[in-house]
Structure formats: structure tokens, C-alpha cells
């Protein structure tokens, strides 16, 4: 089962537009990452914010994490036609002997129009 | 400096089939988990494999099997294919640190197995 959920499913905007996307997870975490995926290939990591950070910076890209309400959001400024693609926000669990899992959302499709 | 790299791209089988999918981590990278991934969903864990020993799995029955070489490359095995089987399937290799600290996960570019 999906820890977490992303939302909102599918946004649509205008290029130059910002994009927000929101995630929402259940259980205590290390960290959360995103991903990009377009076109059901490969997933491409895009930021990793520690439980104990609550905003990170990566050019366009502005990640935040509330702890205290288990999400995340990431922003992306200025939107390209090229950032057309799915995003997903995967939490890795509290590490048990040495063992690490990614729990991923159901991500948000994003559309940029020209 | 090479990603992860995964092989074949895509590939047919069919039911009642085994079929054999190989990963090779990212430089310096020692541990590697495989990710199945159905169409419009997010990825699922399988398992992830840590000095060559599986150290944790997801909800996946015993048809699907891995290994770890020495080198840190990885293959998934599955057995006794099925038509819900086809998927796409992704391999992440990352640093282990034990501690509260956890390093970024790679992805490679996915296998795209169709079962029919």
C-alpha cells in the first residue's frame, strides 16, 4: 500500500507559471525525496529534505517538509515545457538494521501548456 | 561516471514464464532494491539487497527472487509468470549508512516487462 498521497492527482498550467505539489504521509520518516518520471521511464531524483530541514532550494525547484503535519510540497518557479512529467514524493522509513525502503505516492501529473 | 543502468529495456513473455532482470549500481553505490511499477502507479518495493543478503521485502510472494554479486550488481528473478506481472520494473542503488542519516536513491531506466 501507498504511504503517501500526492495532490493533486493531475495540474495543468501555462508555461511560466509556478507549480505546487503537495504530499502527505502517515508514519515518522529520515527523509523525503522527489521524483520526476516522464513518459513511465526511469525515475530522476530531483531533492532530499531531512526530517530536520524544512525548506531546500535547487534552482527552480523549492521543497518544504512539516513534520508536525507529514507533508511536503514542492514548487517549481518559472515552469517549462520541458517539466511536463509525473512527480513523486518518496519517504524512506526509519532505518532497522541496516535495511532501507522507499514509500512512494501515486504522484501528480504535471502538464505545462505552451 | 555511470548511473544506474538496467538491462534488457524491454522485453515479451509469457504466462507461466521465468524471466531474469539485471541492475548495475551506480559507481560507489553498495546497495540495490527493486521497485515494481504498474501503469499510472507510484513504484511498490520488492526488496532490497545489502552485502549480498536481502535484508527487506515488500508485499511480493516468494515467485519474486533476487541476488547481489559481489560487484554490488543485482539481478530480480520471476517466476511462474502472470499477466499482472507486467509492469515496469526499477532498480535504485544508493549509499548504506548506518545511523539516522540516509543518502539519495538512483533510479535506472526502468525495465518494461509485458507478460501475455
Known amino acids: 500500500s501507498q504511504q503517501g498521497e500526492e495532490d493533486p492527482q493531475a495540474l495543468s498550467i501555462q508555461e511560466g507559471e509556478n507549480a505546487t505539489m503537495n504530499c502527505s504521509y502517515k508514519?515518522?520518516?529520515?527523509?523525503l525525496q522527489w521524483y520526476r518520471q516522464n513518459s513511465g521511464r526511469g525515475l530522476v531524483h530531483l531533492i532530499l529534505?531531512?526530517?530536520?530541514?524544512r525548506e531546500k532550494h535547487s534552482g527552480r525547484l523549492r521543497v518544504t517538509l512539516d513534520t508536525s503535519k507529514k507533508s511536503s510540497s514542492l514548487l517549481i518557479t518559472a515552469s517549462r515545457a520541458a517539466d511536463t512529467a509525473s512527480y513523486f514524493c518518496?519517504?524512506?522509513?526509519?532505518?532497522?538494521?541496516?535495511?532501507?525502503?522507499?514509500?512512494f505516492g501515486q504522484g501528480t501529473r504535471l502538464t505545462i501548456n505552451p | 561516471d555511470a548511473g544506474v543502468t538496467q538491462s534488457p529495456t524491454h522485453l515479451i513473455k509469457t504466462r507461466g514464464q521465468q524471466v531474469t532482470l539485471r541492475c548495475s549500481p551506480k559507481?560507489?553505490?553498495?546497495?540495490v532494491s527493486w521497485y515494481q511499477q504498474a501503469l499510472g502507479q507510484g513504484p511498490q518495493f520488492i526488496f532490497q539487497y545489502y552485502e549480498e543478503e536481502e535484508r527487506q521485502r515488500g508485499n511480493f510472494p516468494d515467485r519474486f527472487s533476487g541476488h547481489q554479486f559481489p560487484n554490488y550488481s543485482s539481478e530480480l528473478n520471476v517466476n511462474a509468470l502472470l499477466l499482472g506481472d507486467s509492469a515496469l520494473y526499477l532498480c535504485?542503488?544508493?549509499?548504506?549508512?548506518?545511523?539516522?542519516?540516509?543518502?539519495?536513491?538512483?533510479f535506472g531506466q526502468g525495465t518494461r516487462l509485458t507478460v501475455v
Open positions: 529534505i531531512r526530517s530536520n530541514e
Open positions: 535504485a542503488s544508493r549509499i548504506l549508512i548506518r545511523g539516522p542519516l540516509n543518502t539519495e536513491a538512483f
Open positions: 508514519t515518522s520518516i529520515n527523509n
Open positions: 559507481s560507489g553505490h553498495d546497495t
Open positions: 518518496a519517504t524512506d522509513a526509519r532505518i532497522i538494521q541496516g535495511a532501507q525502503k522507499l514509500v
